[in-house]
C-alpha cells in the first residue's frame, strides 16, 4: 500500500516543482527594457549592466534589460522607430532636449502623473532644478535626470607658469579669459606651437555658444520653446567674443575647432585652456602628463553655463505593470549612493544635492577637489537650448554660428539669418 | 496553344522568388515614397494629410538642398575622373612584371576592405591641425597650420580626396580584370608593325577597356551619392553645410529632424537624378563603348 501513494504523491510534488516557476514568473515577474546611448569614455555598458544586474538581485520580481543603442542620435533614432513600428523600449535614455520632440509626437508619459505617492513626490523634487527644467513641458515632468553634463574650462597650469601666470588662478571674467589666453599663446617665428584657448565648434556649436550667451546676459529661447532670441544683442556680443579671441588676441586656432580632438590637443600640451563636457574629466585625469585645473566657465555679466547629458523617459507602450516596475528602477539607480557612484565612474555630474553628502562622494572630492566644479557651477546653471522641432532649430543656428566662425558672414548678420530660419520653423508652435 | 502556355506560367513561376524580392525591396519601397512625399509628417495623433507638390515647392525654397545639390554635384565632377584615372593608372602599373608586384596590388586594394568609419576616423586625425600627418607633411616646407577640416574652403576637398583614396583601389580591380583578359598576340601584332606603346595603348588598349570603364563609370556615380559615411564621422555636414551631400541631408531630415515627408521628397529627387543619369550612360554611351 505504501509504494503506490509515495509514488503518487512525488508525481504530484513534481508535476507542482515544473508548473509552479511558470505560474510565478506569469504572476509577478514585468520585464522591461531601456535603450542607453554612450557618449564619453570609459566601460559605461559594463557599469550599467552592473546596475541592472545588482537591482534584480534585490527586485527578484522585476527583470531589467539594458540596451546600448549607440550615440544619443542612433539612441533616439531606434527609439523612436521601434516604437512606431510597435515594439519600442519601456524606458530610454535620450538627450534632455530632445523632450519636446517627444512630447511633440505623442511618444511619452509624464512622471509626475505616476509618481503620485508622498514619497514619491519628493523624490521626483530631489533632483537639482537647472537638471530637471528641460524635461518640464506643459507643466509636466517628462525627464528623470541620469547622465547630466555641463561646460567647463580645464587650464594646463604649467603652460601658466611658462607663461608668467599664478598656476593655481583660473580666470574669472572675460577680460582676464582673453587676456591669460593671449599671454599662453606661444608662437615660433610664423607657427603657433601652443594656443591660449579653444572653444571646440563642431557637433555642438550651440552648446558652446550658449555658454557665451549666457554670460552675455542673453537666453536663447523662451520657457516655452516657441520663441528664440538669436540675434539679442547680447549674442551678437557673445559670437563677436568667440571671434575675437581669434581676429583681434590671436589667442584661438582660427576657423572651427573639432570638438573630438580639443580633449587630445589638451593632453599634448598644444593648447592652453580648453572649453568642454565636464563627462572629459575622467579621460583627461586619466591622461594628461602634467598638473592640471578645472574651472567654472568665467563671467562677462554673469557666470553660467548650459546644463547637458541625457534623461530618463517612460515611453507610451508601458502596460501599469511596467511602469510601475520602471518607477522602481528609477529611484533605485537615481538614489544618492547610486547617483554618487556613477558621478565617480563616469565623471558626470550627480544629480542630487544629497548624493554629493554620500561618504564615497565626500571622500573623492577631498582626493580631486576639481570634481566638485561642475557641482558649484550648478548654481550658475541655465537649461540646454531646447524648442519645439529642436533638432532643427538648432541646427539653424549651428550653421550661422559657423558661417561667422569661418568669417563668411558677420556675427550680426549670422544671427539675424539664424533668427529668421528658427522663427520660421516655430511659427506652427508660436499660436 | 496549351503548351505555350505552360511554358508562360513555367517562365514566371521561375522569375517568381526573384521578382517577389525585387517588389518587395525596391519597387514598393520606391512607389510608398513617392507618394509619401505627397503628404506631410504625420506628428502623434495628427494623419499624414494630402498636400500634391507642395513639399516639392518647400524644398525649392530650402537653401541647404541647394547647397547639398550644389556640393554633390562638385563632388561628383572631381571624384568620378579623379578615381577612374588613378584607378587606370594604378591597374597598368601593376599588370606589367615588377618586382613585388602581388603586394603592390594588395596595397592598392587595402582601401577597398576596411570599412570606411574606421577609415573616417583615421583620416579624421590625419587633417587634424599642427600634429595630423597632413600638417606635419606641409610643415617640412615651413607651410603653417592647416584647418582642414573646420574651413568651408578644404572641407569638401578634404572629403573627396578620402572618397579618391578608397574608390580608386576598388575600381582598379575591374581594370585590372579586364587588362589580364586582353589577348597577348594584340601586343605582339602591334609590337611587329612597329607601333609606339603610346600609339598601342590609345589605340588597342583603351578602346577594349571602354565596356569596363563604362560599369565603372556607373558605379562611380552610385557611389559619388551613396558614399557619405565619411560625412558623419569627420565633419556631420559642417562648417556651415560645406561638406553637406544629398543622402547626408536626407538622413538629416529623416532621422533627426523626423520630417519623414521632406524625406521622401528628397529621396524621390535623388532617385529622379540617378535615373536619369543612369539612362543617359547606357543609352548614349553605352552604345559607343563597343569596338567594332
Same mark, same amino acid.
Given at each position: 500500500?505504501?509504494?503506490?501513494?509515495?509514488?503518487?504523491?512525488?508525481?504530484?510534488?513534481?508535476?507542482?516543482?515544473?508548473?509552479?516557476?511558470?505560474?510565478?514568473?506569469?504572476?509577478?515577474?514585468?520585464?522591461?527594457?531601456?535603450?542607453?546611448?554612450?557618449?564619453?569614455?570609459?566601460?559605461?555598458?559594463?557599469?550599467?549592466?552592473?546596475?541592472?544586474?545588482?537591482?534584480?538581485?534585490?527586485?527578484?520580481?522585476?527583470?531589467?534589460?539594458?540596451?546600448?543603442?549607440?550615440?544619443?542620435?542612433?539612441?533616439?533614432?531606434?527609439?523612436?522607430?521601434?516604437?512606431?513600428?510597435?515594439?519600442?523600449?519601456?524606458?530610454?535614455?535620450?538627450?534632455?532636449?530632445?523632450?519636446?520632440?517627444?512630447?511633440?509626437?505623442?511618444?511619452?508619459?509624464?512622471?509626475?502623473?505616476?509618481?503620485?505617492?508622498?514619497?514619491?513626490?519628493?523624490?521626483?523634487?530631489?533632483?537639482?532644478?537647472?537638471?530637471?527644467?528641460?524635461?518640464?513641458?506643459?507643466?509636466?515632468?517628462?525627464?528623470?535626470?541620469?547622465?547630466?553634463?555641463?561646460?567647463?574650462?580645464?587650464?594646463?597650469?604649467?603652460?601658466?607658469?611658462?607663461?608668467?601666470?599664478?598656476?593655481?588662478?583660473?580666470?574669472?571674467?572675460?577680460?582676464?579669459?582673453?587676456?591669460?589666453?593671449?599671454?599662453?599663446?606661444?608662437?615660433?617665428?610664423?607657427?603657433?606651437?601652443?594656443?591660449?584657448?579653444?572653444?571646440?565648434?563642431?557637433?555642438?556649436?550651440?552648446?558652446?555658444?550658449?555658454?557665451?550667451?549666457?554670460?552675455?546676459?542673453?537666453?536663447?529661447?523662451?520657457?516655452?520653446?516657441?520663441?528664440?532670441?538669436?540675434?539679442?544683442?547680447?549674442?551678437?556680443?557673445?559670437?563677436?567674443?568667440?571671434?575675437?579671441?581669434?581676429?583681434?588676441?590671436?589667442?584661438?586656432?582660427?576657423?572651427?575647432?573639432?570638438?573630438?580632438?580639443?580633449?587630445?590637443?589638451?593632453?599634448?600640451?598644444?593648447?592652453?585652456?580648453?572649453?568642454?563636457?565636464?563627462?572629459?574629466?575622467?579621460?583627461?585625469?586619466?591622461?594628461?602628463?602634467?598638473?592640471?585645473?578645472?574651472?567654472?566657465?568665467?563671467?562677462?555679466?554673469?557666470?553660467?553655463?548650459?546644463?547637458?547629458?541625457?534623461?530618463?523617459?517612460?515611453?507610451?507602450?508601458?502596460?501599469?505593470?511596467?511602469?510601475?516596475?520602471?518607477?522602481?528602477?528609477?529611484?533605485?539607480?537615481?538614489?544618492?549612493?547610486?547617483?554618487?557612484?556613477?558621478?565617480?565612474?563616469?565623471?558626470?555630474?550627480?544629480?542630487?544635492?544629497?548624493?554629493?553628502?554620500?561618504?564615497?562622494?565626500?571622500?573623492?572630492?577631498?582626493?580631486?577637489?576639481?570634481?566638485?566644479?561642475?557641482?558649484?557651477?550648478?548654481?550658475?546653471?541655465?537649461?540646454?537650448?531646447?524648442?519645439?522641432?529642436?533638432?532643427?532649430?538648432?541646427?539653424?543656428?549651428?550653421?550661422?554660428?559657423?558661417?561667422?566662425?569661418?568669417?563668411?558672414?558677420?556675427?550680426?548678420?549670422?544671427?539675424?539669418?539664424?533668427?529668421?530660419?528658427?522663427?520660421?520653423?516655430?511659427?506652427?508652435?508660436?499660436? | 496553344?496549351?503548351?505555350?502556355?505552360?511554358?508562360?506560367?513555367?517562365?514566371? &513561376? %521561375?522569375?517568381?522568388? =526573384?521578382?517577389?524580392? #525585387? @517588389?518587395?525591396?525596391?519597387?514598393?519601397?520606391?512607389? !510608398?515614397? /513617392?507618394?509619401?512625399?505627397?503628404?506631410?509628417?504625420?506628428?502623434?495623433?495628427?494623419?499624414?494629410?494630402?498636400?500634391?507638390?507642395?513639399?516639392?515647392?518647400?524644398?525649392?525654397?530650402?537653401?541647404?538642398?541647394?547647397? &547639398? %545639390?550644389?556640393?554633390? =554635384?562638385?563632388?561628383? #565632377? @572631381?571624384?568620378?575622373?579623379?578615381?577612374?584615372?588613378? !584607378?587606370? /593608372?594604378?591597374?597598368?602599373?601593376?599588370?606589367?612584371?615588377?618586382?613585388?608586384?602581388?603586394?603592390?596590388?594588395?596595397?592598392?586594394?587595402?582601401?577597398?576592405?576596411?570599412?570606411?568609419?574606421?577609415?573616417?576616423?583615421?583620416? %579624421?586625425?590625419?587633417?587634424?591641425?599642427?600634429?595630423?600627418?597632413?600638417?606635419?607633411?606641409?610643415?617640412?616646407?615651413?607651410?603653417?597650420?592647416?584647418?582642414?577640416?573646420?574651413?568651408?574652403?578644404?572641407?569638401?576637398?578634404?572629403?573627396?580626396?578620402?572618397?579618391?583614396?578608397?574608390?580608386?583601389?576598388?575600381?582598379?580591380?575591374?581594370?585590372?580584370?579586364? %587588362?589580364?583578359?586582353?589577348?597577348?598576340?594584340?601586343?605582339?601584332?602591334?609590337?611587329?608593325?612597329?607601333?609606339?606603346?603610346?600609339?598601342?595603348?590609345?589605340?588597342?588598349?583603351?578602346?577594349?577597356?571602354?565596356?569596363?570603364?563604362?560599369?565603372?563609370?556607373?558605379?562611380?556615380?552610385?557611389?559619388?551619392?551613396?558614399?557619405?559615411?565619411?560625412?558623419?564621422?569627420?565633419?556631420?555636414?559642417?562648417?556651415?553645410?560645406?561638406?553637406?551631400?544629398?543622402?547626408?541631408?536626407?538622413?538629416?531630415?529623416?532621422?533627426?529632424?523626423?520630417?519623414?515627408?521632406?524625406?521622401?521628397?528628397?529621396?524621390?529627387?535623388?532617385?529622379?537624378?540617378?535615373?536619369?543619369?543612369?539612362?543617359?550612360?547606357?543609352?548614349?554611351?553605352?552604345?559607343?563603348?563597343?569596338?567594332?
Amino acid at each position: 500500500m505504501r509504494t503506490p501513494r509515495t509514488t503518487r504523491r512525488t508525481l504530484l510534488a513534481g508535476a507542482a516543482g515544473l508548473a509552479m516557476p511558470a505560474i510565478a514568473r506569469a504572476q509577478a515577474v514585468s520585464e522591461i527594457e531601456f535603450y542607453f546611448p554612450v557618449a564619453v569614455g570609459g566601460p559605461i555598458t559594463k557599469i550599467v549592466d552592473g546596475y541592472a544586474a545588482d537591482f534584480m538581485r534585490e527586485n527578484p520580481d522585476v527583470k531589467v534589460r539594458p540596451i546600448y543603442a549607440g550615440s544619443y542620435v542612433d539612441t533616439l533614432t531606434k527609439a523612436v522607430t521601434a516604437t512606431k513600428a510597435g515594439n519600442g523600449p519601456q524606458m530610454a535614455v535620450l538627450l534632455a532636449v530632445d523632450a519636446y520632440t517627444l512630447v511633440d509626437d505623442e511618444l511619452i508619459l509624464p512622471f509626475d502623473t505616476l509618481a503620485t505617492g508622498a514619497e514619491d513626490k519628493a523624490w521626483l523634487n530631489s533632483f537639482y532644478p537647472a537638471f530637471l527644467r528641460n524635461g518640464q513641458i506643459d507643466g509636466h515632468t517628462w525627464g528623470v535626470p541620469f547622465q547630466r553634463s555641463t561646460i567647463v574650462m580645464y587650464w594646463n597650469k604649467d603652460a601658466f607658469k611658462d607663461a608668467g601666470l599664478d598656476p593655481d588662478k583660473a580666470p574669472a571674467n572675460w577680460a582676464e579669459h582673453a587676456a591669460f589666453a593671449e599671454k599662453t599663446t606661444k608662437r615660433e617665428g610664423d607657427r603657433t606651437t601652443r594656443w591660449g584657448v579653444q572653444i571646440p565648434g563642431t557637433g555642438f556649436t550651440y552648446w558652446l555658444f550658449q555658454a557665451l550667451a549666457i554670460e552675455a546676459g542673453a537666453e536663447l529661447a523662451n520657457a516655452n520653446g516657441t520663441k528664440v532670441n538669436y540675434n539679442d544683442p547680447a549674442c551678437v556680443e557673445a559670437l563677436q567674443y568667440w571671434i575675437d579671441l581669434t581676429a583681434k588676441y590671436k589667442a584661438h586656432p582660427p576657423g572651427i575647432v573639432d570638438w573630438g580632438t580639443t580633449p587630445r590637443d589638451f593632453l599634448e600640451g598644444k593648447v592652453a585652456m580648453i572649453w568642454h563636457t565636464t563627462g572629459n574629466l575622467s579621460n583627461i585625469k586619466a591622461n594628461a602628463k602634467f598638473p592640471f585645473g578645472v574651472a567654472m566657465l568665467p563671467a562677462q555679466k554673469r557666470r553660467g553655463s548650459p546644463t547637458g547629458g541625457g534623461n530618463f523617459h517612460l515611453f507610451k507602450g508601458a502596460t501599469p505593470a511596467q511602469q510601475a516596475a520602471c518607477l522602481r528602477f528609477l529611484k533605485w539607480v537615481t538614489s544618492p549612493a547610486r547617483a554618487a557612484q556613477w558621478s565617480i565612474d563616469t565623471g558626470y555630474v550627480a544629480t542630487r544635492p544629497d548624493a554629493w553628502q554620500t561618504e564615497a562622494m565626500k571622500a573623492y572630492v577631498a582626493g580631486f577637489p576639481a570634481a566638485a566644479v561642475a557641482r558649484d557651477q550648478l548654481e550658475f546653471a541655465v537649461a540646454e537650448l531646447s524648442t519645439h522641432d529642436n533638432q532643427r532649430v538648432t541646427q539653424a543656428l549651428n550653421d550661422e554660428l559657423q558661417a561667422a566662425l569661418t568669417g563668411r558672414k558677420a556675427p550680426k548678420a549670422a544671427l539675424d539669418d539664424a533668427q529668421a530660419a528658427g522663427t520660421r520653423l516655430l511659427r506652427p508652435y508660436a499660436r | 496553344m496549351a503548351g505555350v502556355r505552360r511554358e508562360t506560367l513555367q517562365a514566371w &513561376a %521561375l522569375i517568381l522568388p =526573384a521578382l517577389v524580392l #525585387l @517588389v518587395a525591396f525596391t519597387h514598393w519601397p520606391a512607389v !510608398a515614397t /513617392l507618394v509619401d512625399s505627397l503628404y506631410t509628417t504625420p506628428k502623434g495623433s495628427r494623419p499624414p494629410r494630402f498636400v500634391g507638390v507642395e513639399n516639392y515647392v518647400a524644398l525649392m525654397d530650402d537653401p541647404v538642398f541647394w547647397r &547639398a %545639390l550644389h556640393n554633390n =554635384a562638385v563632388y561628383a #565632377l @572631381v571624384t568620378i575622373p579623379a578615381s577612374v584615372v588613378l !584607378a587606370l /593608372l594604378m591597374a597598368l602599373a601593376v599588370n606589367t612584371a615588377l618586382p613585388g608586384r602581388p603586394l603592390l596590388r594588395m596595397a592598392y586594394f587595402t582601401p577597398t576592405m576596411l570599412p570606411m568609419i574606421a577609415v573616417a576616423n583615421i583620416w %579624421l586625425f590625419f587633417f587634424t591641425p599642427d600634429y595630423g600627418l597632413f600638417d606635419r607633411i606641409v610643415g617640412v616646407f615651413g607651410m603653417g597650420r592647416h584647418n582642414w577640416l573646420g574651413d568651408a574652403a578644404t572641407a569638401l576637398p578634404a572629403m573627396m580626396a578620402v572618397a579618391v583614396w578608397k574608390e580608386a583601389g576598388f575600381f582598379m580591380i575591374f581594370y585590372l580584370a579586364a %587588362l589580364q583578359a586582353m589577348p597577348p598576340d594584340l601586343k605582339e601584332a602591334a609590337s611587329l608593325e612597329g607601333s609606339s606603346r603610346w600609339n598601342f595603348f590609345r589605340r588597342v588598349t583603351l578602346p577594349l577597356l571602354m565596356p569596363t570603364t563604362l560599369f565603372v563609370l556607373v558605379n562611380a556615380v552610385i557611389n559619388a551619392f551613396r558614399l557619405v559615411d565619411h560625412v558623419v564621422v569627420m565633419t556631420r555636414g559642417g562648417p556651415d553645410n560645406a561638406t553637406t551631400l544629398l543622402l547626408y541631408y536626407i538622413y538629416e531630415t529623416g532621422f533627426r529632424f523626423w520630417d519623414t515627408a521632406m524625406a521622401a521628397t528628397l529621396t524621390v529627387v535623388l532617385l529622379a537624378l540617378l535615373g536619369t543619369l543612369a539612362i543617359f550612360q547606357f543609352g548614349v554611351l553605352g552604345r559607343r563603348v563597343h569596338y567594332r
